[in-house]
């Protein structure tokens, strides 16, 4: 019922910004929570960042992010973004956007998007 579209990504150096967006389509964006995660070559799949439906008034992060990412979503649009400051090499990963109809922050996501790459050099 929900497809995710993300964009943004890029290379960038150590200390840069990027803002990821994740455009959806249908008419129930608003109702679903909404989530970032990020896979590196070789690891596992890691949760990222995630913001409660509505409002988005509730977000919660990976330690390693908290006070360098903002994630927001704009329902007019449809979109969910993914602020990332003083990004550092380790931040290196394919970027994946997520959805999930609920108010649960870490319930299990439904819809996915394709990714973007995130490039950090040193």
């Known amino acids: 019922q929900v497809q995710l579209v993300e964009s943004g990504g890029g290379l960038v150096q150590a200390g840069d910004s990027l803002r990821l967006s994740c455009a959806a389509s249908?008419?129930?964006?608003?109702?679903?929570?909404m989530a970032w995660f990020r896979q590196a070559p070789g690891k596992e799949r890691e949760f990222v960042a995630a913001v409660s439906p509505w409002t988005g008034r509730d977000t919660e992060y990976v330690d390693s992010v908290k006070g360098r990412f903002t994630i927001f979503r704009d329902n007019s649009k449809n979109t969910v973004y993914l602020e990332m400051n003083s990004l550092r090499p380790e931040d290196t990963a394919v970027y994946s956007c997520a959805a999930h109809l609920g108010p649960e922050l870490r319930g299990e996501y439904e819809y996915w998007g394709q990714g973007t790459q995130v490039s950090v050099s040193s």
């Open positions: 249908g008419r129930t964006f608003s109702l679903h929570a």
